[in-house]
């Protein structure tokens, strides 16, 4: 299992775009890297999920250099909403693999 | 359903009564995990079905722990004789199959053991 890391915390202001960046440089050829945000007394939901390059959809982007080593998920135009903690995972896509979370990113959206 | 319903939202035991937390995950999903989080940490593994096989019970933190799916749907979560430590939130999460899908979580279980 490629070991991930991402800061603690980050404080961001409304309306600004923030961007987490996430460490895993032991991924394997075919692990994917999986974002998921998380609310509190909420199960984690899932954001998105890219192999390399860029990947966007309507909540974010997901951008993956060629060496595939970090990931950066970036939120544009941040609200109070998106107060929540961002956890980046790698996973195999070849049949089953333990699902692990790491501590994630704690961001703070300060109006 | 509609999305992964677990039960009960809150319970409250004393130490070394037997609980059991329950799992409807989403209907047809093949896989499905639970996960324990402590306040302020990240979702910790703890067991992992596929079907009604349990192929990974790696996390499980001591033998007091036992989940079962036996007809590949509804799962359930038990723990036997809890402690203090076990306090946290059981979280449950199912995929439509094995491979690195999108994980839909419930809402968990939040578990105060006095």
């Known amino acids: 299992l490629a070991k991930t890391t991402q800061p603690i915390s980050m404080d961001s202001y409304e309306g600004q775009e923030v961007n987490i960046t996430c460490s895993h440089n032991?991924?394997?050829?075919?692990?994917?890297i999986t974002w998921y945000q998380q609310f509190p007394s909420q199960g984690p939901r899932f954001i998105i999920q890219?192999?390399?390059t860029k990947v966007t959809n309507e909540v974010a982007s997901l951008f993956i250099p060629a060496d595939r080593k970090s990931s950066t998920l970036s939120l544009p135009r941040v609200s109070l909403s998106d107060t929540a903690v961002y956890y980046c995972?790698?996973?195999?896509?070849?049949?089953?693999?333990?699902?692990?979370f790491g501590t994630g990113t704690k961001l703070q959206v300060i109006p | 359903g509609a999305g992964v319903s677990q039960s009960p939202r809150y319970k409250v035991a004393k130490r070394g009564q037997d609980v059991a937390l329950r799992c409807d995950p989403i209907?047809?999903?093949?896989?499905l995990f639970w996960y324990q989080q402590a306040l302020g940490q990240g979702p910790e593994f703890l067991t992992y079905?596929?079907?009604?096989?349990?192929?990974?019970k790696s996390g499980l933190p001591s033998d007091r722990f036992f989940a079962e799916r036996p007809e590949g749907s509804v799962s359930t979560l038990k723990i036997q004789r809890t402690q203090q430590e076990d306090s946290a939130v059981y979280l449950c999460?199912?995929?439509?199959?094995?491979?690195?899908?999108?994980?839909?979580f419930g809402s968990g279980t939040q578990l105060s053991v006095l």
């Open positions: 999460a199912s995929r439509a199959t094995e491979a690195n899908e999108k994980l839909f």
């Open positions: 032991n991924i394997a050829t075919n692990d994917y």
């Open positions: 890219g192999y390399k």
């Open positions: 209907s047809g999903h093949v896989s």
């Open positions: 079905f596929q079907n009604e096989a349990q192929l990974d």
């Open positions: 995972l790698v996973e195999s896509s070849g049949g089953y693999q333990k699902v692990t």
